[in-house]
């Protein structure tokens, strides 16, 4: 008897550890299927990243297309501008050579009219000087007239000739008049052309330096138009190095590209084949709990059928009493809530599930600090109710709301399904609970399935940490 008995007990001792070493393994697949679907998360974000960085540099490629040809027509203006600069440079340059011969010209015509201006006052002195005569020569035929009447006849001819001389004198000082006052009237003339030629000089002094100027604006202009185009050679030879450069990184990022696809579809084999060991951990782990090998779990799972005893009875008591329609109970319209991220949903059971089930999964929660959470989900995974602490009011930080607003949720996966295709009195199951969305942690569930009306509503789950 006493070898029988230890040897029962030593039964029971290798029967509990193998079901804790199978719950540890199938949580320890449970964290590295997490883990590689993390990194396919990683590699799949990373793929989306190289597919946005692979459209920049299409984008920059096209936009250097662009600046080429912005150059190329940029350069083609810029020849035209020296082209149409040195034209009207030689044309500047020989109007201004013609304008200062013009210039020059028309100096020397004010020096020639000057010496003209000149030349005609000695013309007005010598006038002068003959009408002085002629009046000399008047004065001489008037005493040789009154000498030649007192000579009498013997004078007489002597008075013919002094009667011409007299009349050639009226004429000399009529004729040196007439000069004077022609040479009065050119001389007013040519000191008008010289006043108007000297106006004429001056105007264009420093005329020479302006055209000066303006040649040597044109110098500078065609010389910033240079720098122009040697700039613009410069920006479509930086052009074709960078489109070079971006060639060879968007050939290197599509090595990555190809290298991550790779990489994907063998993470996605190693999590195909990781779910299908956890499966297969789960299955091994239901087993043993089912024997009764477990001792660890079969306190929650003695606990989780008897609550789901419980709601069943004070559901069917509702039900009898009209408190709740079955078809509110089975209702599946899931109707989205505006804003919610994560998304959650409402339907005609979500009232009722708060006011009558919500205290239920309190209550199993706060029985013990091993249980993590209580809840029942209907067969397709939707939450229509949770726990005081995870059905809080949303903030709209993706963090505390995937945490804390979990009431209304749809979350159908993995275990879920299997547990969901199970007709046993309960299923066992480890997995990796998502927690905020960024930290999770691994729980063992107890999934009762809960009937109404025979017909499968869906499960009572109370999620724990052994």
Known sequence: ????????????????????????????????????????????????????????????????????????????????????????????????????????LIRQMGERITSFSTSINDVRKVAALIEQIAKTTNMLALNASIEAEKAGDAGATFAVVAAEVKTLSQNTRSATNEIAQNMANVANEADYIISQINNGIKKTNGMDQRLNAISTTLNNVANMVSKVDQQNDNIVNQSNELRLLMEQSKSGLQIVANRVDENNKLLVSAHDRTD?????????FDIIVKSGASKIDTPFVELACQKAKEIKELTDRLIAENKIQISDLFDRNYIPVPGSNPERFTNNFTMFADRYWRPFMDE???????????????????????????????TGDITHDTKYCRNGRKILEGCDISAKQSTDLYTMAVYRHEGNGTKYQTVRNVYVPLYFDGKRWGDFEIAYSA
């Open 276 to 284: 299908a060991t956890e499966l297969m951990a789960n299955n091994m």
């Open 364 to 394: 199993v929660k706060a029985s013990g600090p091993n249980i993590f959470s209580a809840v029942l989900t209907d067969v397709n995974g939707y939450l229509p109710t949770h726990c005081s602490e995870y059905s809080r009011t949303p």
């Open 1 to 104: 008897m006493i070898q029988q008995k230890i040897e029962t007990n030593a039964q029971d001792i290798w029967s509990e550890k193998l079901a804790q070493q199978c719950g540890e393994v199938t949580m320890s697949c449970s964290e590295v299927s997490g883990v590689v679907l993390d990194v396919i998360e990683s590699s799949d974000l990373v793929k989306e990243k190289q597919a946005e960085l692979l459209k920049v540099f299409v984008e920059l490629d096209e936009s250097q297309i662009e600046v080429l040809n912005a150059c190329a027509k940029a350069k083609q203006q810029t020849s035209d501008a020296k082209s149409h600069l040195e034209n009207s440079k030689d044309e500047i340059e020989n109007s201004a050579h013609q304008f200062l011969d013009l210039v020059t």
